[in-house]
């Protein structure tokens, strides 16, 4: 690894630890500007009461001391207990929502991906067939369809009208639709992108050279057109895992999916503010994480890209 892309790699480091310092300090001073508090809602809350909840969570303290206090847990992943769910901590929460959407999430990116870079590339060498106008018009319909849509066209026609799966994601098989739901958009985006990098490396020169020099077909394409048409489909790595985590904060909710999208949304409506903060926070490092690791693939795929 030379230096300049050492260099590169360090610089965005920091840019992510800045990054991550920006998020934490909005997130915490929004939910402070939010009118109304966490106990609100609480039945019969005497002001005694109000404040020794307060003083418990620390609540009590002045503004700043208690961003001090919240960036200081934050660095080491302590976010403190849960102001809803008692005698719960966050961090605990969050872990145990993850083991469900990390889940979720892993195997719906790895059918996104390999499904959107076999049919980009059938599309490319198939191109203006048939099988390429089925899946260009498919993969339309799917980039256009907002995953909530979707999640409850497939809940209402494969468990409801067809009853051949679970509505609930809890249930033996009940992670299926939610898989599919959270794979179909970024499939059929990785299918356009491949398609159309592929053609492109196709009318290349360097591609009509090695079929000149008598390279088979096969060689041809595993080796330097679908090699060299990969590079966009890296470049939407980051915002493909970004698209999966989001999108399951509402796909958990449509299929009950006990994980960290429906402790998210939960804590919003509940006003749990030390959770709402905790998710964000570790969401933005994810989404933060991924991106950097894509755009150092760039060069593990194409050597002859500069990292500045």
Do not use: C
């Not at 106990?39 to 620390?58: C, D, H, N």
């Amino acid at each position: 690894m030379d230096s300049k892309t050492v260099s590169y790699i360090l610089k965005r480091i920091v840019m992510a630890v800045f990054t991550l310092w920006a998020v934490i300090t909005i997130t915490f001073f929004v939910m402070k500007a939010v009118p109304g508090d966490p106990f609100a809602s609480e039945k019969a809350v005497t002001p005694a009461a109000r404040a020794a909840l307060e003083a418990k969570y620390g609540l009590d303290k002045p503004l700043f001391e208690q961003y001090l206090n919240y960036l200081s847990g934050a660095i080491h992943f302590d976010f403190g207990p849960s102001l809803k769910q008692r005698g719960r901590d966050v961090t605990a929460i969050i872990m145990d929502g993850m083991k469900t959407s990390a889940k979720i999430g892993i195997i719906a990116l790895i059918v996104a991906t390999v499904s959107g870079i076999l049919f980009g590339a059938v599309a490319a060498l198939k191109r203006n067939s048939i099988i390429d106008r089925i899946i260009m018009v498919m993969t339309t319909a799917f980039v256009s369809m907002p995953s909530f849509i979707m999640g409850s066209l497939l809940l209402i026609l494969f468990s409801i009208q067809l009853g051949w799966l679970p509505a609930n994601g809890a249930a033996e098989g009940g992670l299926i639709l939610p898989i599919i739901t959270l794979a179909l958009y970024p499939m059929s985006y990785i299918t356009r992108l491949t398609r159309s990098s592929m053609l492109d490396v196709l009318g290349q020169d360097y591609i009509r050279t090695a079929k000149a020099k008598g390279v088979s077909q096969r060689d041809v394409l595993l080796h330097h057109a679908l090699k060299n048409s990969l590079i966009p489909v890296i470049t939407y790595f980051g915002p493909e895992l970004a698209y999966i985590v989001t999108g399951s904060l509402v796909v958990e909710q449509i299929f009950a999916v006990p994980g960290i999208g429906r402790a998210f949304v939960n804590s919003i409506t509940g006003r749990d503010y030390t959770l709402i903060m905790g998710t964000t926070v570790v969401l933005a490092s994810l989404i933060v994480i991924m991106n950097l690791v894509s755009d150092i693939l760039y060069k593990v795929v194409d050597p002859r890209i500069t990292l500045e």
